[in-house]
């Protein structure tokens, strides 16, 4: 505590304590699971980790859980429009949570049938009550944009309420669902995955994977989230290694690169003119194109014969190959 000091006269002084104010800290709050983090600010260093709070929103206030204890506030890294976690949720703040989330259940089903009735091509994905009760988001997926101007219309007749159409891809249809990946865990982006990242097929080629299609996409159709896990592992251990295909001087000989095992960084090696043979990348040297030539070259037989292409025959008329130029004069 500090001491304060007053002066009553100039010949008393009475120190009076006064108490220091909390410091500012912020937390990271969340509102769905494996949704975005909310930097809020808290003045209580003893918020918890999934600890229910209620804070500040555009539209009221909002419960959410805390994902990232209190830490000390740096100017720079607090947004401009920041707002404040009020206190600690009470139990009919969260009750009052749980009959939101049970009333969206019933406005999901009333727009399921009004979208039969329209006969939209859309797929109603989630629904969500915000702004304290006054407004109900939709979340649909659908392959192009779809007017619902008539929809929106006779839903706001029927609920009385303000609505609102939110169209979603195919990545977060999957993670607002839910589903089992083919590895029988839970998706990533529906259990911890924030945000998705850009993924490309060469991230599966540079990692030694089959590019088949059924093996890389996920439940959504699209490639696989966990492609980019190791990538930044596999170009970093992918330098200094040969490519495939390329001609090196391997201990037994020279050869073709046929096969590359990038974590144990050795490869599988087609001799010219002999077996395959496998051995450390380390001990694997490059060769330029005269080299790799003048190494064909040697590896052939000096009585091997050089091998001549079948020669193919002319296409008539009827489609049907002719015979070649020494029979048909024979003929």
């Known amino acids: 505590m500090e001491n304060k000091e007053i002066e009553q006269n100039p010949d008393q002084v009475v120190t009076e304590a006064v108490e220091p104010k909390p410091a500012t800290l912020t937390v990271g709050v969340q509102f769905k699971t494996a949704g975005k983090i909310y930097t809020f600010l808290t003045?209580?260093?003893?918020?918890?980790?999934?600890?229910?709070?209620?804070?500040?929103?555009?539209?009221?206030t909002s419960v959410g859980f805390v994902i990232a204890p209190p830490e000390e506030a740096i100017k720079?890294?607090?947004?401009?429009?920041?707002?404040?976690?009020?206190?600690?949720?009470?139990?009919?703040?969260?009750?009052d949570s749980v009959e939101r989330k049970e009333k969206a259940i019933e406005y999901f089903e009333a727009c399921r049938e009004r979208i039969s009735e329209h006969n939209l091509d859309m797929k109603l994905i989630d629904a969500e009550i915000v702004e304290g009760?006054?407004?109900?988001?939709?979340?649909?997926?659908?392959?192009?944009?779809v007017d619902f101007r008539s929809l929106v219309k006779d839903l706001a007749g029927a609920l009385h309420m303000r609505i609102e159409m939110r169209q979603i891809g195919a990545r977060d249809e999957s993670k607002l669902i839910g589903c089992i990946?083919?590895?029988g865990l839970k998706t990533?982006?529906?259990?911890?995955?924030?945000?998705?990242?850009?993924?490309?097929?060469?991230?599966?080629?540079?990692?030694?994977?089959?590019?088949?299609?059924?093996?890389?996409?996920?439940?959504?159709?699209?490639?696989?989230?966990?492609?980019s896990y190791e990538h930044e592992a596999y170009q970093e251990l992918r330098k200094g290694l040969p490519k495939l295909g390329a001609a090196v001087e391997s201990p037994k000989g020279a050869g073709k690169i046929i096969d590359l095992n990038i974590l144990k960084r050795d490869c599988a090696v087609l001799l010219y003119g002999g077996p395959v043979v496998r051995c450390s990348c380390k001990e694997c040297k490059l060769l330029n194109r005269e080299e790799r030539d003048s190494a064909i070259a040697a590896?052939?037989?000096?009585?091997?014969?050089?091998?001549?292409?079948?020669?193919?025959?002319?296409?008539?008329?009827?489609?049907t190959r002719s015979r070649g130029r020494k029979d048909d004069k024979k003929s």
């Open 43 to 60: 003045n209580d260093p003893t918020l918890e980790r999934d600890q229910p709070v209620q804070v500040e929103a555009d539209d009221g």
């Open 188 to 227: 990533c982006c529906s259990s911890h995955l924030r945000q998705f990242k850009s993924i490309s097929i060469s991230m599966a080629k540079q990692q030694g994977l089959t590019p088949n299609p059924a093996k890389l996409t996920g439940m959504c159709g699209k490639l696989k989230c966990c492609l």
């Open 133 to 145: 009760g006054k407004k109900v988001v939709f979340f649909f997926f659908a392959e192009q944009r």
């Open 299 to 319: 590896s052939r037989k000096p009585d091997e014969p050089k091998e001549e292409r079948p020669r193919r025959g002319r296409r008539t008329k009827n489609n």
């Open 181 to 183: 990946g083919p590895c």
């Open 76 to 95: 720079e890294n607090i947004p401009k429009n920041a707002k404040w976690v009020m206190h600690r949720a009470t139990e009919k703040e969260l009750s």
